[in-house]
């Protein structure tokens, strides 16, 4: 029996980067049970429901996200592409454009911005930080310009349809924004762990150069892996769009940030090649359950920006500290 215990707790800490995602998955229990006991409340099935609404979005950036780092990059743009998404979508539902024309549209619109992000930093070798801040200022510009530095009118009634998919469906219960979450991650998830472009995208994290000797294609995986990211980014701009009725210009502020704090949190490295996507709902759960926890116990916005903020730089640091030894430990035992 004990033999028995011994193996399957082996096999699971065995899966790469899984010891980690344990361990943060004992904390969020650990946070759930205190802003329960804290004020009961929290467990009520209508909090609950409201609270996987809060965390869909954030997860789906957060799978973004988490495919950038892990080739070794980062994407600042996201939070500008969720504005983009929004106002672009809504500009033309309000001009009367039919809603899932629109939809498509939009989308065309984002995955270009992922499209540049990919040749900025691959092909033309641009340090990510810099090429993805260009096109979050541009993206962020044509949030603005788009309905001529407005937000947007009321989407209508027109778009009914549009709203009922994004926000207001439900399927037994579940909201379909959760339902979108669930299934990208697992379309997304299935593409990194089992298919040849998931292991690119761990290798050229891992070690671009042997990646290139290896014949990996370098430019078509890190623009894949920024498609990701633009896409995820422009549903949650789309839901954004559903869930207000309308188009506004600031929508996705700060919303890299909450991304990085996903991905990172939930085990995925900065320095690249390393990460799993339920790390990423993890990640995602606990910004959401801090978020949602601090508000129940009458927190101030400030004081939830610093925790969370806090987090991700402990996070980033235990990380590089980690990753730092165990390069150290390498080295020394090379001749």
Known sequence: MNSKRQSWYKRLFAVRGMGQVVTVGVGLMVMCVVFGIINPTFFSGKNVANLLRQIAPILLIGIGQSYVLITGNIDLSIGSVVGMSCMISATMMTNGINPWAAVLLTLICCLIVGVVNGLLVAKCKLPPFIATLGTMTIARGVAQIVNNNYNTDAIGDGAKGFRNFFYYGKVAGVYNTVIIAIVLWLVF????????????????????????????????????????????????????????????????????????????????????????????????????????GLQFAGAPVAIRNIVIGAIVVISVLIDVIVRSGKLGKKNKLEP
């Open 189 to 292: 998830n299935f593409l990194l762990s089992k298919t040849r472009t998931g292991r690119h995208i761990y290798a050229i994290g891992s070690n671009i150069e042997a990646s290139k000797l290896s014949g990996v294609n370098i430019v078509a995986t890190t623009t894949k892996a920024y498609l990701v990211s633009s896409f995820c980014s422009c549903i949650v701009g789309l839901v954004i769009c559903a869930t207000s009725g309308m188009g506004t210009m600031d929508a996705g502020n700060a919303y890299e940030m909450y991304a990085v704090a996903a991905s990172v949190i939930g085990g995925v490295s900065t320095l690249g090649g390393q990460g799993i996507l339920i790390g990423t709902v993890i990640g995602a759960s606990i910004w959401g359950v801090l978020q949602n």
